[in-house]
Every structure is written in C-alpha cells, then in structure tokens.
Antibody, heavy 118, light 107 residues
C-alpha cells in the first residue's frame, strides 16, 4: 500500500530556506510513472498547489512561487524534496505531498506544519 | 490563473439532508474538475474526478455533475461522517487551482 510521509523542520526563520522531504513507501518512485506534488494550506485557509514532479525529474511550478521553489527527486532514497527560498510569514502552512494520478491527487501524506517566525 | 469560486462558503445541515455545493470556474474547464473532502487535522481525500467519476471506496451518496464553468457536488442523505470541508480543484490548466472551500456543519 502506497504511503507518503512528510518531514522537515517545523520552524523556519524569515528570509531563510524551507526544506521538506516526502518519503514514499510501498512503491519505488523510479519504477512508477506517476507525478508527485506538493500542496500547502495556511492555517484556517484553503489549498494551494505548489508544484509537481514526474518520476523522470521534469517539474511544473505554480508561477506565484516559481522563483523561490524547487522540487526534486532522490530515487536512491525514494524521496521527493521541496525547497522554498526567502520565506516569509505568508509561507506558514501545512505542507502536503501527494501522488498525482490522472491529474488529481489521490494519495496524500499526513502533512507537516511549518511556521515561519523569528 | 483559473479562479474557482465555491458557494456557499459554509452552511448548516442535518443528518439525512440532501445538500449541494457549487463550484464555478472563471473560464471553461471542460470536465477537468475534482472534488475533495477534508476533515479537521487531516489531509484532503479525493472523492470525485472528471467532474462526475466517483473514486473507489467513496459512498454512492456522493455525486458530481457539470461541465464548462459550472459544477456541483451533491450528497444524498447526509451522514455524520460527511460533516467536513469540501474543495473543488481544476486541472484544465496550470497552475492547478482550488476553490476556497465549503464547510458543511451540523445544524
């Protein structure tokens, strides 16, 4: 059974870099032809798509974040990573990784809360 | 970006009610629309894709309809476990965007 688990620091200082990892279990990223995505949700607010990555490494980013975000894959660790530079309080959110299937997100991690504060 | 607008933002209903949530796209998106359910503290759960295709394991009391710019999610005979927030999402074009959510509360 495919499972996703996000991990990373829960607190990041303003202007610094947010780095999160999504560990995929139950299937090998390199042997599957899926896209993987990151979605975030500020406290009490709605969902925002951050970007998606194909298992080959090709990526698609939300233009609103494109200048600051990088999504990458480490097939040796079966992980997908998210890096967001120059964070501000507006980046405080629960960050989810998810599997994209037929353009929708059918399997999600539990999410990890990241607070941007000094 | 395509803007998705849901209505209402929230409402109260009783167990057994039939409820409908609407989602309007700022431009035509064919049937490239999904619906998710989210409960407090949990990740969203995919209910419907392609506007009306029920995901495996989702109760048949959920149904979706629409195409173009206007869509709806209907829950027949609302159950206690259906009280949650519902989001629509378009995947017609990048960036993929979500509606602001509709919270279904217990009356």
């Amino acid at each position: 059974q495919l499972q996703l688990q996000e991990s990373g620091p829960g607190l990041v200082k303003p202007s610094e870099t947010l780095s999160l990892t999504c560990t995929v279990s139950g299937a090998s990223i390199s042997s599957t032809s899926y896209y993987w995505g990151w979605i975030r949700q500020p406290p009490g607010k709605g969902l925002e798509w951050i970007g998606s990555l194909y298992s080959s490494g090709s990526t698609y980013y939300n233009p609103s974040l494109k200048s600051r975000v990088t999504i990458s894959v480490d097939t040796s660790k079966n992980q997908i990573s998210l890096t967001l530079n120059s964070v501000t309080a507006a980046d405080t959110a629960v960050y989810y990784c998810a599997r994209r299937y037929a353009h929708t997100f059918d399997i999600w991690g539990q999410g990890t809360m990241v607070t941007v504060s000094s | 970006a395509i803007r998705m607008t849901q209505s209402p933002s929230s409402f109260s209903a009783s167990t057994g009610d039939r409820v409908t949530i609407t989602c309007r796209a700022s431009q035509g998106i064919s049937s490239y629309l999904a619906w998710y359910q989210q409960k407090p503290g949990k990740a969203p759960n995919l209910l419907i894709s392609a506007a009306s295709t029920l995901q495996s394991g989702v109760p048949s009391r959920f149904s979706g309809s629409g195409s173009g710019t206007d869509f709806s999610l209907t829950i027949n005979y609302l159950q206690s476990e259906d009280f949650a927030t519902y989001y629509c999402q378009q995947y017609y074009g990048y960036p993929w965007t979500f509606g602001q959510g509709t919270k279904v509360e217990i009356k």
